[in-house]
């Protein structure tokens, strides 16, 4: 048994794995099958992707394995703030990296800062497909 976040777009699910998976240290992308254009049978893709929506992809974020899907459905909800994906790391400079990729076109909803008191550094973001982040530097020891 496992648990497993799950990010589901419209549309833009590819993107996010390209983001993703460039900014986060120790990143992959495991797998990806798109949805079949009409007439084609569905299947996993290696190589450039088809400018297709996602049915289902396998990524390792620093390690943990996160299932990012499009929806061909229209829906009346995006993601929330309340949820977040949380990222740790005790090097400034991997802070810095996701950061600045994360928080590029993003907004910000606690800005980056030292003054938190639970860590050196810390950052609360949305990112550009509206994703929301909280970013920690760890407290030297």
């Known amino acids: 048994m496992s648990l497993t976040p799950f990010l589901m777009f419209e549309g833009r699910a590819r993107e996010a794995i390209d983001l993703y998976t460039s900014v986060v240290p120790r990143s992959s ?74 928080g590029h076109d993003g907004s910000f909803l606690m800005p980056d800062n030292d003054e938190y008191g639970f860590a050196a550094r810390f950052a609360w973001l949305n990112d550009r497909l509206g994703v929301s982040w909280q970013l920690a530097l760890a407290p030297s020891v």
């Open 29 to 102: 992308v495991d797998s990806v099958v798109y949805f079949p254009a009409e007439g084609e049978p569905e299947g996993e893709v290696t190589g450039e992707p088809a400018p297709q929506l996602v049915m289902m992809a396998g990524v390792s974020l620093d390690g943990q394995t996160v299932k990012i899907n499009d929806t061909p459905i229209t829906h009346g909800f995006t993601f929330t703030p309340s949820t977040s994906l949380y990222f740790q790391t005790d090097d400034p400079a991997e802070y810095e990296t996701v950061l600045s990729g994360l």
